[in-house]
């Protein structure tokens, strides 16, 4: 998953670094009640604002703003509720037309140089589903934009790239992130969408998620036959949605959903017709069915009940692990996403397939690698405002002894109810 967005309303606060958190469990409990309501609100819109407390009301912000929702919920609510809330909607959707504006830019001109150098590139997730009409502009925030190259075209594809002005930030075993050169990190006190954070791009050679230690890739399937040069489309509806469920499969392994993915699901799934859905079901990953698609479609289904039809719940489930599928059943939004305020010692274990995988897994979290433990330090150093606190600084060894001991919060949960609440009222 790309960083969690960031940015704010352009006032004057106290500095993210002062403001003094409420108990753990004051957190978790708001953000379980504004998560499940907004969730609730999101899909089947109701005529009577909830009865929050200002705390709540501030905390509904982080859940609108890590959960991708908050240009959706100005344009779908019934009601308005308090000022403050209405005006960040508001911001938040101008921030996110505005980005939107950028990255139509960027992908016409990645699109113009593609054609001219010959590359062949396929636009990923964000810009496929804007390019089918499933969003308005800016109603869909993007952090990144995504493109699937094959191996051979990597390089041409990161010449392209420093063309447009971009450079290297990481490499990755699947991908590689490009940022604007000289581009910094957004400010720790941003919350949400913001006009000015940097459009990064991510290029990916393979599409595989982790679930949870042996890698499901689906790359074959989502390259188009007939690639042209310049921007390529998925080669079906039915492609598009396997990645977005195996998109969606990793961040629930990894605790880091976000409702955004739930809603694509649910508004891809409205044009789909019977045969879109048999090529879904169809579909073989080393002589296995679409088995991650189950738990992504059972939680769309949970808040959108008309999106997935039985049927096909009912065939995804025959090729779902009995464990994760149990495991599922019982868990809702705030269980597997960033409204999820604890670090879990083995997040995603019921994932495994089998017993020897969920050790695997166990074992890579206890004795991780060192091209892991690079990309952690990787990752924590974009987080804004990470170095806060102090969970990534800590040796692994003592974040095991943390996970066995205590329930240690997620740093960029807190380091998001940090932000809202140093903006005041």
């Known amino acids: 998953m790309s960083a ?75 009601w308005s509720g308090p000022d403050t809330w209405r005006q960040f909607l508001a911001e938040q959707r101008d921030h996110s037309v ?3 504006l950028q990255i139509v830019h960027l992908r016409d001109t990645i699109d113009a140089e593609a054609r001219r150098r010959g590359l062949a590139l396929t636009a990923l997730k964000g810009v496929a589903l804007y390019a089918r009409g499933l969003y308005a502009a800016g109603e869909r925030p993007m952090g990144d934009i995504d493109l699937l190259v094959r191996p051979d075209a990597a390089q041409g594809t990161a010449r392209l790239l420093e063309s447009c002005g971009y450079e290297i930030e990481y490499t990755h075993r699947r991908e590689q992130a490009f940022r604007p050169a ?22 990916h050679t393979r599409i595989a998620e982790r679930l949870p230690a042996i890698e499901t890739d689906i790359t074959s399937l989502l390259y188009p036959a007939n690639a042209r040069t310049g921007l390529n489309d998925y080669p079906s509806a039915a492609s598009l949605m396997m990645h977005l469920s195996l998109h969606a499969a990793g961040n629930m392994r990894a605790r880091a959903l976000r409702l955004v993915q739930l809603h694509d699901i649910a508004r891809l799934a409205a044009r789909f017709r019977a045969d879109d859905w048999e090529e879904l079901l169809a579909a073989h990953v080393e002589d296995r069915g679409p088995w991650w698609a189950f738990a992504p479609m059972l939680l769309t289904a949970r808040y959108y009940p008309t999106a997935i ?13 009995r464990l994760l599928k149990g495991h599922t059943q019982r868990r809702g939004l705030v269980g597997v996403s960033w409204s999820n305020v604890h ?12 017993p020897g995988e969920a050790l695997q897994f166990m074992k890579s979290r206890i004795w991780p690698s060192r091209d ?26 003592e974040r095991i002894l943390r996970w066995i001991f205590t329930r240690p919060p997620r740093v960029q949960t807190l380091l998001i109810v940090r932000a809202a609440l140093s903006q005041g009222h």
């Open 4 to 78: 969690l967005p960031s940015a704010a309303p352009e006032r004057s606060h106290p500095s993210n670094a002062q403001v003094v958190l409420p108990p753990l469990a004051t957190i978790a409990a708001a953000l379980r009640k504004t998560t499940e309501l907004l969730a609730r609100e999101l899909a089947d819109p109701t005529p009577e604002p909830p009865l929050w407390t200002d705390f709540e009301w501030r905390v509904a912000r982080v859940a609108a703003s890590i959960h991708g929702i908050s240009a959706l919920l100005f344009n779908g609510l019934r």
């Open 98 to 100: 505005g980005r939107h």
């Open 182 to 203: 000289g581009s910094t990190i957004p400010p720790a006190d941003r919350l949400g969408e913001h006009v000015d954070n940097p459009i990064k791009v991510e290029v």
């Open 309 to 321: 039809p039985p049927r096909v719940l009912a065939r995804l489930g025959a090729h779902c692990p």
């Open 343 to 354: 670090i879990e010692a083995f997040p995603g274990v019921e994932w495994s397939r089998t």
């Open 372 to 397: 892991a433990l690079r990309e952690l330090k990787e990752g924590a150093a974009q987080i804004p405002g990470g170095s806060a606190l102090p969970w990534y600084g800590i040796s692994h060894g």
